[in-house]
């Protein structure tokens, strides 16, 4: 470690002590000054910085009713289908990752309230793994946020939401379904919410051959073929709990423990030995304070992923984990007009490889602010965010974001946002025996973006359209070529430069006990590496692999009464599986249709659910040689319990005591 960096550590730590010194002593003046109990509201703000720069950046919200549907799924499943961002899936249940704006799956940073949960060795995150059962709201934010996130918020965030709410009294719900392919599936949860604590449990299991047909177009006389050595099985439980010592604090623990076993079929020979085993712990922690214009938040992380792998024909096995601790300050004061974001994150990551006997570790020390301006009774939105962070292992570039918004008319509102980003480099990048760089700089991006939206309202009927065009520059991008020495090495070697257009329209129609929903998701994205890793190279100007150019996702929703119908299609165009643009898969379009009917008695509500994916049985193929299923279904039932907490006069004190 340099001595600059010494002295910033040390630096930041006296700051964070002397930080916490000020939060206790403003805590206990508080205290000593009130002499009477203030019935303030409830408010759930965890993630602060979020709501700093959401007016002048695009961001979608998954909702309700299409999250209910997907409950079941991954969140591969639910984000391919219900988003425009480009999911890139090795097969059914298998590694699936993300691109947004044209960028890697490790320029996407994955969030759980607040906390990047990114693998420090990979980069990434297989969303195959993590079930849409236990979360409650998914947001996705578009474009650069390393001011706010840290490293590999390049292309976007995906946030992760668990929301609770004190006094509902007791709910169990208890979920199963069976589907093609020998898939079973069982969910549970339990809520116990009162009027200060909260126990929020969730458990799933998941078990299946995962045996499904495709078709081979180069075996004319057998093209029709099953997948074997593809079986596997998940499970898992998140225990939240939620404490308010006072209207003014709350205090929420949470455990995630998920684990996947799977095998690995093998589509280049008739037999695969190739396992894989996911094990994931997450514990986290934090503490909110809100009274008068201070918002204060203090979260804590510790996360152990563990991944094996093996193969025993290619005598391959491979342990590998790493543990992450997250400790962060984050606070929002407020003065009229002005919104003030303050705080300070420290992580550290320590990786172990067990077949090198190998130890590295990785710590961050970062200091973010934000301001946020409003003016004209919030029609024009002014905001402004930097981040400054130093590591043990390499120099990380200032990082900052501001943009701004502004409300035209009633209906017609402009957004336009800049952003500088970065990409730490992963542990593998530094550290892989053999080939790992230590001399790697860390990717920097310089981004613009703006947009119009439009929104209209008239009695019963809604429309809400919104484009954007964004303009990217990614230099110093990590890409593994090979060397003199017969293994692959990464270099700081090519220049990216990424834009393109995406748009968004919803209708919504809602007259007694009819509702329709129309969703239009578009997206043209040109991602083009500008510079020539070597002189035989031809990958200059062109497209990057696997990154296509248009997508289209598209959703209609109708409920007529108890019954919920969403027909959804998705197509994705042309990805080129070589640098030079010579050879491509060929596009898809890919249908789906869920309904569910709900039935209730007393406080016992039931509810029938089935799906068909891949409607019109298509042959396709995300990844080359990496064919997904065709035509299959899926049926359960549902069965809640909710016996709903006598109502007290507290909610409405407080909704007084807001206006």
């Not at 969140?75 to 890139?88: C, E, R, V």
């Not at 799933?204 to 051959?209: K, R």
């Not at 005598?315 to 601790?325: A, F, N, R």
């Not at 954007?468 to 090519?494: E, G, M, V």
């Amino acid at each position: 470690m340099n001595s600059l960096t010494t002295y910033h550590i040390k630096f930041c730590k006296k700051v964070i002590f002397l930080f916490v010194c000020f939060q206790l002593t403003q805590n206990l003046q508080s205290q000593n000054r009130d002499t009477t109990v203030h019935k303030l509201p409830e408010v759930d703000i965890i993630h602060s910085k979020q709501l700093q720069l959401e007016n002048s950046k695009k961001s979608t919200f998954i909702d309700s009713l299409s999250f209910a549907l997907y409950n079941t799924s991954s969140l591969s499943d639910l984000l391919s289908n219900q988003s425009n961002i480009h999911i890139k899936s090795y097969g059914n249940a298998n590694i699936a990752t993300t691109s947004m704006r044209g960028g890697n799956a490790n320029h996407t940073a994955l969030l759980w309230n607040g906390l990047n949960i990114q693998n420090a060795l990979l980069g990434q995150t297989d969303l195959s793994i993590i079930p849409t059962l236990f979360f409650d709201n998914v947001v996705l934010e578009y474009g650069g946020g390393s001011a706010m996130w840290g490293s590999g918020a390049i292309g976007g965030s995906i946030h992760l939401q668990n929301k609770n709410r004190f006094n509902q009294g007791f709910e169990t719900k208890l979920q199963t379904s069976v589907g093609s392919f020998g898939t079973t599936k069982i969910g549970t949860s339990v809520l116990l919410s009162y009027k200060k604590i909260i126990s929020n449990t969730k458990v799933y299991y998941t078990n299946s051959d995962n045996n499904y047909s495709y078709k081979d177009s180069s075996d004319k006389e057998n093209p029709t073929k099953k997948i074997t050595h593809a079986n596997y099985s998940s499970k898992g439980i998140m225990q939240e709990i939620s404490y308010m010592p006072s209207l003014f604090q709350k205090i929420n623990m949470r455990l995630w423990y998920n684990v996947m076993d799977r095998n690995l079929p093998s589509y280049s020979t008739a037999i695969s030995k190739q396992k894989q085993l996911d094990e994931n712990l997450k514990l986290s922690a934090d503490w909110n304070y809100n009274k008068r214009k201070l918002n204060s938040t203090i979260r804590f992380g510790y996360f152990n992923d563990q991944l094996n792998y093996s193969d025993s024909i290619a005598q391959i096995y491979s342990e590998t984990s790493v543990k992450t601790t997250i400790a962060e300050i984050d606070n929002i004061y407020k003065h009229k007009n002005h919104t003030f974001n303050f705080g300070i994150n420290f992580t550290r990551h320590q990786s172990e490889t067990k077949n090198y006997n190998e130890t590295h570790d990785l710590t961050k020390l970062a200091l973010f602010a934000a301001y946020k301006l409003n003016l004209l009774n919030s029609k024009f939105t002014y905001n402004i965010a930097a981040r400054k962070e130093t590591t043990n292992q390499t120099e990380i570039p200032f990082t900052g974001n501001t943009g701004i918004h502004y409300q035209l008319t009633k209906l017609i509102a402009t957004k336009i946002n800049a952003n500088t980003s970065y990409r730490q480099p992963t542990l593998n990048d530094l550290y892989w025996n053999p080939g790992g760089n230590k001399n790697l700089k860390p990717e920097e991006s310089y981004e613009i973006d703006g947009g119009i939206e439009l929104n209209y309202n008239k009695n019963n009927f809604t429309l809400l359209w919104e484009a954007t065009y964004f303009n990217r520059h990614t230099t110093n991008w990590i890409i593994w070529l090979p060397t003199d020495n017969a293994f692959w090495s990464p270099k700081n070697i090519a220049k990216v430069y990424s834009r393109g257009t995406e748009t968004k329209t919803e209708l919504r129609y809602n007259k007694k006990d009819f509702q329709v929903k129309l969703i239009l998701n578009t997206s043209y994205v040109l991602s083009n590496n500008e510079k020539s890793k070597n002189e035989n190279d031809n990958s200059a100007g062109k497209q990057l692999i696997y990154t296509p150019r248009y997508t289209g996702q598209g959703s209609i929703s109708i409920g007529y009464q108890k019954l919920n119908f969403i027909f959804n299609n998705t197509y994705t165009g042309y990805r080129f599986t070589s640098t030079d643009n010579t050879n491509w898969l060929n596009p898809y379009y890919i249908a789906n249709i869920k309904c569910s009917y709900p039935y209730s008695f007393n406080t016992i509500n039931m509810e029938l659910f089935c799906a068909i994916n891949n409607l019109f049985n298509k042959n396709y193929a995300v990844v080359v040689n990496r064919p997904m299923p065709l035509r299959n279904y899926e049926i359960g039932l549902s069965i809640n319990y909710h016996k709903i907490k006598k109502t007290t006069n507290v909610a409405d004190k407080q909704k007084q005591l807001e206006h």
